[in-house]
């Protein structure tokens, strides 16, 4: 059986938990708290040398880390890899946005609300808020055109986008001036198989 090591309040982690139920995989869920440095230990070093979660280990013991690598994996074969070459390469461009143009800024924000530094980093946070919010922008600008991020199929960039983006008030951002994004959220929220982000089983 798959094992995940993962951190339940964790949007990368629930990248992978959204997809391997809407697969109808079975897993196993392992709890390391990051905010109690349980991603830092020797032991789980051993089997993430960057010290980061979530890390999907495989029936063979292998280890694979980074949740949209984790994500391609799953995907593999299913309908959640789109079918054409420039889709699929169109669904890695939406990925890479996530993780360099999306991720830092709305979930960075987020975690500093919830670990309680969000003052020790005041001088931060508006260069965060205006880079989350452009994000945004780029997304409600896509979707103002199509249901789902590539052609109309919901596939890995959705669920990428999806787990930062349907907390994002967490971390103070107001969605309330992109309907676009706020319609495809409730596409995702519909979809067979969704579990919110705090489902643990």
Same mark, same amino acid.
């Given at each position: +059986?798959?094992?995940?090591? &993962? ?9 992978? @938990?959204?997809? =391997? ?21 020797? #032991?789980?070093?051993? @089997?993430?040398?960057? /010290? ?5 280990? =495989? ?8 949740? %949209? #690598? ?6 593999? /074969?299913?309908? !959640? ?24 800024y709305i979930a960075v924000l987020r975690l500093?609300?919830?670990? /309680?530094?969000?003052?020790? %980093?005041? #001088? ?6 205006? $880079? *989350? +919010?452009? #994000?945004?922008?780029? +997304? &409600? ?9 590539? *052609?109309?199929?919901?596939s890995v960039a959705d669920i990428a986008l999806y787990a930062y983006t349907h907390v994002a008030?967490? /971390?103070? !951002?107001? =969605?309330?001036?992109? $309907?676009?994004? @706020? ?5 995702? @929220?519909?979809?067979? *198989? ?8």
């Amino acid at each position: +059986m798959l094992r995940l090591y &993962d951190y339940l309040e964790s949007g990368n982690s629930y990248k992978v @938990r959204l997809l =391997l139920h809407q697969l109808g995989v079975p897993f196993e869920r392992v709890a390391v708290d990051i905010l109690k440095g349980e991603s830092r230990t020797q #032991a789980f070093l051993q @089997r993430n040398p960057n /010290g980061r979660i979530p890390l999907l280990e =495989l029936e063979d013991g292998t280890g694979l880390a980074e949740s %949209n #690598a984790i994500l391609w994996y799953l995907a593999e /074969g299913s309908a !959640f890899l789109p079918a054409s070459r420039l889709q699929r390469a169109q669904a890695l461009q939406w990925m890479f946005f996530e993780q360099y143009s999306h991720e830092p800024y709305i979930a960075v924000l987020r975690l500093w609300h919830h670990a /309680g530094v969000l003052e020790r %980093n005041r #001088a931060a946070v508006p260069e965060k808020r205006e $880079r *989350g +919010m452009q #994000a945004l922008a780029v +997304m &409600d600008r896509h979707l103002a055109e199509q249901r789902f991020f590539v *052609g109309d199929g919901y596939s890995v960039a959705d669920i990428a986008l999806y787990a930062y983006t349907h907390v994002a008030h967490e /971390g103070g !951002f107001d =969605l309330s001036d992109h $309907r676009c994004v @706020r319609d495809w959220l409730e596409r995702v @929220r519909a979809r067979p *198989g969704h579990v919110p982000i705090t489902y643990a089983a």
